[in-house]
């Protein structure tokens, strides 16, 4: 379309992605986002903006949590939030990684799926199944040693620590 303007130009995609790990096509919905929230086109956003978007997230920051926020992110001290800055504290909802207990949980109901008799182990006939078809073709050798490499304590059986480990 002639005439229009890019939106995303004088983005620096690369380093947004740098800092953040958030995606481009993130980055130009946050852009988007930011258009929006920066109703005064003045290329940032005030302690006051802020307060909005957090609310309208359905956060609740007190004066003195807005203010904490607000300097984490504001990286230039200028009391305004340019776009790389908005990106950055959107990535820490966006990008967050899960937690240790989290990861656990998860761990635990992909666990189950295989624990079809839920007796806290899966065996190593239901490991080699699942082995064989995630990563076919094997041979029966390189199979095999797949499954003596994870059945450390030889038991023909995988526990779910041991499921842990090799997941993680």
Do not use: H
């Not at 940032?44 to 004066?63: C, T, V």
């Not at 820490?92 to 007796?119: C, H, Q, S, W």
């Not at 899966?122 to 080699?128: A, K, Q």
């Amino acid at each position: 379309m002639a005439g229009k303007p890019d939106p995303y130009a004088g983005i620096d995609f690369e380093e947004i992605n740098e800092a953040t790990g958030l995606e481009p096509d993130e980055i130009k919905c946050l852009k988007t986002c930011f258009d929006l929230f920066d109703a005064k086109k003045q290329d940032y956003l005030s302690a006051d903006d802020l307060d909005e978007i957090l609310r309208a997230m359905g956060f609740r920051p007190s004066k003195e949590e807005l203010m904490e926020i607000l300097k984490e992110i504001d990286e230039d001290g200028s009391g305004e939030i340019e776009f790389a800055e908005f990106c950055q504290l959107c990535a820490k909802f966006l990008v967050e990684d899960p937690d240790i207990e989290t990861m656990k949980r998860e761990l635990k109901d992909a666990f189950r799926i295989y624990d079809k008799n839920g007796e806290g182990f899966i065996t190593m006939d239901t490991l080699r199944g699942l082995i064989s078809e995630l990563l076919a073709p094997l041979t029966d050798e390189e199979l095999d040693g797949i499954i003596e490499e994870l059945d450390e304590d030889g038991s023909g059986t995988m526990d779910f620590d041991e499921f842990c480990e090799m997941m993680m």
